[in-house]
């Protein structure tokens, strides 16, 4: 492979420097911030050579290149467009700050969430394994070994509000060690039980404030968003005092006034509001999820996959955190494991049902992923890329989702999806396996019926093309060389599809066929087209000519645009070119090679415009 070539191609196909951000790569991916979506060809950039697939999450365009690899085109990639390397960090926050308010509202509660997950999986696997155990011998509840490593199991949840306040002090800026004293007030042993006033073994008392201002004496076990907004309030209070209290002074009044200030607020406004929200929020949930015959997560799965597309669905993990903080119970795992392992079972089927090589090779090891909990190769670099694929998942996975409210699968963690799924939920195996059966057939089974193959496709042209051949005539006049000799790698290589290029002797481009202009390059120097046969073309004037920016050239069409052979499609100015030392060499490539039986493009020499150049049979 050839990592300066397929960062050059990227770096044209996104519209170049004037179009990009930010840039980060991460273990198998490209991560770009780019300022206008709609100057990116993403048809394009799915073409070249190393790609994998794209897809727009978070407000960045990821390209997957490979682990071992992508470090490699990122480094040529940031030498071609002339910037510095940026962090992942730093990409996550300018692709942030394009988002709208909401989707940075739900993407902060992903970016709190996220890093206690492992606390939580931890326990949450220790709870789904010893209650697996106590079915098989329930004498083990007796012992002395349980009981410790019960505790164990639910450390995490009893004390939740400190792990969410020291994880949201981090994101909002603040002293982590004053969120964990925010999260400490709000489950203070002075309080009573949240969990002992839901059960009936305590009730709650109130507290009176100034008179007739009635507050519930109770801490917020169970509760995850009121401790977020009290943190977020300590924060804001703590960054402005710095910002306004003298050096001298200010370890000792900026955290004095900011727990004073964020803890009474907790206490009085916050705690109770938001608690009520979080309430209705959580009943509403579970109230869907419990609809007869399990139609709301019939209507939850489906939809749970384009959420994962639009970027929202962080919004899931306050909900599981909510219900594992209710009641240990999280209802909503496994119908983010239906919509997941459907979406893997799509990708599977294209895997097998296609005969393109690379789409093959993409979509087997996403399916594997997906089945594991990792959903973007599989959506993103698959499904969502062939369309029907992803309807298909959609369809398995609120199939799936239905059998999971049916037989009341929990989990009793969250993070988990999949095959690993498994061990946090073993109170409900069976029901657990039926999910995931439901969901992955369902999807491979509509999937396999929708889609089909590209190749398939292209090659449905009309038969005058299979019995009689195409013929692309020669779009200018000049020498004709072999593609094999062109300087271009890319080119030469064939990767781009066959052909053979021209050293023009006229600055003009004609039509080669009737048929349709489908893409225009917003810096002129390519065009692509489709004859009325089928055969897809571009012809590129000259070579890295991208960075001329359209300067010398003119286009005489725009795409949509119906044309006949011989018609004016592209003009440009062959002395001004040579002068800025731009090798003029010109490919005229047919991409869709797999449409037809044989492709002639052998000829060499001399050519006049509209000449007979190649022939698709």
Request: with cysteine; hydrophobic share 50%; glycine share 10%.
């Amino acid at each position: 492979m050839d990592y300066r070539n397929c960062a050059k191609a990227i770096y044209e196909k996104i519209g170049g420097k004037e179009n990009l951000i930010s840039a980060a790569h991460c273990a198998t991916r490209l991560r770009l911030v780019i300022g206008d979506n709609g100057k990116v060809d993403v048809k394009a950039l799915e073409n070249i050579d190393g790609v994998k697939g794209v897809f727009d999450a978070q407000g960045q365009l990821q390209i997957i290149i490979g682990t071992g690899t992508v470090n490699k085109v990122y480094d040529e990639f940031i030498d071609i467009a002339g910037i510095s390397a940026a962090t992942k960090d730093e990409v996550k926050q300018a692709a942030a700050s394009k988002a709208v308010w909401w989707k940075r509202a739900i993407k902060t509660l992903g970016d709190i969430f996220v890093p206690i997950i492992p606390a939580i999986v931890a326990t949450g696997l220790l709870c789904g394994l010893l209650g697996g155990l106590v079915q098989l011998n329930p004498s083990m509840a007796d012992s002395q070994i349980y009981n410790l490593l019960n505790m164990f199991s639910n450390t995490a949840l009893t004390f939740l509000p400190i792990l969410i306040a020291i994880s949201a002090a981090k994101i909002f800026g603040g002293n982590i060690f004053l969120g964990a004293v925010i999260g400490m007030l709000m489950i203070h042993p002075n309080l009573v039980n949240a969990w002992s006033v839901a059960s009936g073994a305590e009730t709650e008392t109130m507290w009176s404030w100034f008179g007739s201002w009635n507050i519930a004496n109770v801490g917020y076990q169970g509760h995850v968003i009121p401790v977020i907004i009290a943190v977020w309030l300590m924060a804001t209070v703590e960054k402005w005092l710095h910002k306004k209290v003298p050096e001298m002074f200010d370890i000792f009044v900026t955290p004095l006034c900011s727990v004073l200030v964020a803890g009474f607020f907790a206490m009085t406004i916050i705690g109770p509001v938001f608690a009520q929200v979080e309430t209705w929020v959580l009943s509403g949930a579970q109230m869907l999820i419990a609809i007869p015959f399990g139609v709301g997560a019939f209507l939850m799965g489906g939809v749970y996959a384009p959420t994962v597309v639009a970027g929202v669905h962080h919004m899931y993990n306050a909900i599981e955190m909510m219900m594992l903080a209710d009641n240990g119970m999280n209802v909503w795992m496994p119908i983010a494991t239906a919509a997941n392992v459907a979406q893997g079972a799509a990708a599977l089927a294209v895997g097998i049902k296609t005969k393109n090589a690379k789409t093959k090779s993409m979509a087997l090891p996403a399916s594997l992923s997906a089945f594991l909990g990792i959903t973007e190769p599989a959506i993103f670099g698959v499904n969502v890329r062939f369309g029907k694929p992803f309807i298909a998942g959609m369809i398995g996975g609120a199939a799936g989702a239905a059998v999971a409210a049916i037989t009341k699968v929990y989990a009793t963690a969250n993070g988990v999806t999949g095959v690993f799924g498994f061990l946090i939920t073993t109170n409900s195996f069976v029901g657990y396996l039926l999910t995931f059966v439901t969901a992955t057939v369902v999807a491979f089974v509509c999937s396999w019926a929708l889609y089909h193959d590209e190749q398939q496709a292209s090659a449905n042209v009309e038969e005058h093309t299979k019995e009689k051949g195409d013929v692309v005539l020669a779009p200018m006049t000049g020498e004709v060389i072999s593609l094999a000799d062109v300087e271009d790698k890319t080119f030469a290589s064939g990767s781009l599809g066959k052909g053979v290029a021209i050293l023009p002797a006229e600055g003009k481009v004609v039509a080669p066929f009737d048929g349709e202009v489908k893409m225009v390059f917003d810096t002129k120097h390519a065009l692509g087209l489709v004859s009325d046969g089928g055969i897809e073309l571009l012809i590129h004037v000259g070579l890295n000519t991208v960075e001329l920016k359209g300067e010398y050239f003119t286009t005489h069409v725009k795409p949509g645009d119906k044309v006949k052979a011989g018609q004016t499609l592209l003009t440009f100015d062959l002395d001004a070119i040579r002068k800025k030392k731009y090798p003029l060499t010109t490919p005229v490539i047919i991409n869709n090679v797999d449409a037809f039986d044989a492709i002639s493009c052998d000829k060499t020499g001399y050519v006049q415009c509209g000449e007979e150049l190649m022939k698709a049979h």
